[in-house]
Structures are given as C-alpha cells and as structure tokens.
C-alpha cells in the first residue's frame, strides 16, 4: 500500500472535498434518482467543519476527507470519501482504522442504499440501526472491533 497521512482541513479544503463528494456519491444518487449537481456539492459546503475534518494525503496529494464530529450520543462519522483512483487498494480499511482505534464512543454513520462502502463498514465493526429506500444508518457501539 501506499504511504499515507491525515492532515487537519483547513477552510481551503471545502471545495476540493465538495467536488469529491460529487464525484463519489454520483453513481449511488443517480441510481436511487437522487442526483443534483449542484445539492450534491452544497449540501457539503453547507456542513463542513474543518475542525472536525481531516483530509487524507497520498504520497503529498489530496486524495480524500473523513470527519468525525461530536453527537449528543457519542461521534459521527461524516464526509468520508476517497478518490476513485484510490480505492480498492485497501487505504480505505487503513484509514478507517485508524480513526475508529482513536475512538472509545459510539460511532455513528449513514450510507446511501446499494453502496459497496456498507461493507467497508460492516467489517469495522458497523452494524444496521436503520434504514429507508434511500439511506442505511448504522451504528458501532463501544467496545466494538472490526471483523
């Protein structure tokens, strides 16, 4: 695997994150009729926190963000995306990883219906709170490990 980092976002991240959302989240929205070029930005725009984001760099490069911001019950994981040239190469699991073993509260998540990124989670330890016909909520409590 390549060498990684996380960095701490700045305000400056918010649009390469936000065109990254775009691109990740394209095919799962237009599949569940979802797809709005312009929503699909601003609703990243409208919530990022760079305090609680962190932006993955890949041998010196952008390559992804992950969040995780405080909740009433513990911390939700938001905005985690990965450049399509990076995944399926295990940066995913290593990241993922790496943010859950600095966590000792529930965590808390949603992916889109259909995406491959549901197994991602599962494996980490992810399992299903809830869902509808276009999100699933999923929840790893406490103490949980991955799989």
Known sequence: M???????????????VAELR????RA???????????????????GFEPQHTSIIV????????????PADDGRRLEHFYLAPARQGQGLGSAVLRTVLDQERDT??????Q???????Y??????????????????RRSGASAR
């Open 22 to 25: 775009a691109v990740v989240l």
């Open 107 to 112: 965590v808390r998540l949603n992916v889109l």
């Open 58 to 69: 890949v041998d010196g490069a952008f390559a992804g963000s992950v969040a995780m911001r």
């Open 122 to 139: 599962e494996r980490h330890g992810f399992t299903v709170e809830r869902e509808d016909p276009i999100d699933v909520w999923m929840v």
């Open 2 to 16: 390549t060498t990684w980092s996380l960095r701490p976002a700045t305000a400056a991240d918010v649009e390469p």
């Open 28 to 46: 799962d929205l237009e599949r569940l009729g979802r797809f709005d070029e312009h929503r699909v930005r601003q609703r990243l725009r409208d």
């Open 114 to 120: 259909g995406s491959k990124a549901r197994r991602l």
